[in-house]
């Protein structure tokens, strides 16, 4: 069994960092890709950046520019840097994982709360 465990996340003003970590956990020794999405009220869930395990990274255009995404392969950690953010960043964030057979995993999901 693999386990995500997401931390970082909490309440920032408008132009305010966080940076949020997803460590895997269990019956995993590699990954083919990790990344982040994010589901707001009444939206569908969205992919909001991916890194392979190769260092190929993937955004979507509302974070190009404001959020980075890197991965520690060795701890099998991914991380997600997020700067000047809006109040349209609002949303649950949630770590996946796609292992080298293509199974994907998902973590419990972390809150990120954009307000004055």
């Known amino acids: 069994q693999v386990q995500l465990v997401e931390s970082g996340g909490g309440l920032v003003q408008p132009g305010g960092s966080l940076r949020l970590s997803c460590a895997a956990s269990?019956?995993?020794?590699?990954?083919?890709?990790m990344g982040w999405y994010r589901e707001a009220p009444g939206k569908q869930r969205e992919l909001v950046a991916a890194?392979?395990?190769?260092?190929?990274?993937n955004y979507t255009d509302s974070v190009k520019g404001r959020f980075i995404i890197s991965r520690d392969s060795a701890k099998i950690t991914v991380y997600l840097q997020m700067n000047s953010l809006k109040p349209e960043d609002t949303a649950v964030y949630y770590c996946?994982?796609?292992?080298?057979?293509?199974?994907?995993?998902w973590g419990q999901g972390t809150q990120v709360t954009v307000s004055s």
């Open positions: 890194i392979s395990k190769w260092g190929n990274t």
């Open positions: 269990g019956r995993i020794f590699s990954f083919l890709a």
């Open positions: 996946n994982l796609v292992t080298p057979l293509r199974d994907e995993y």
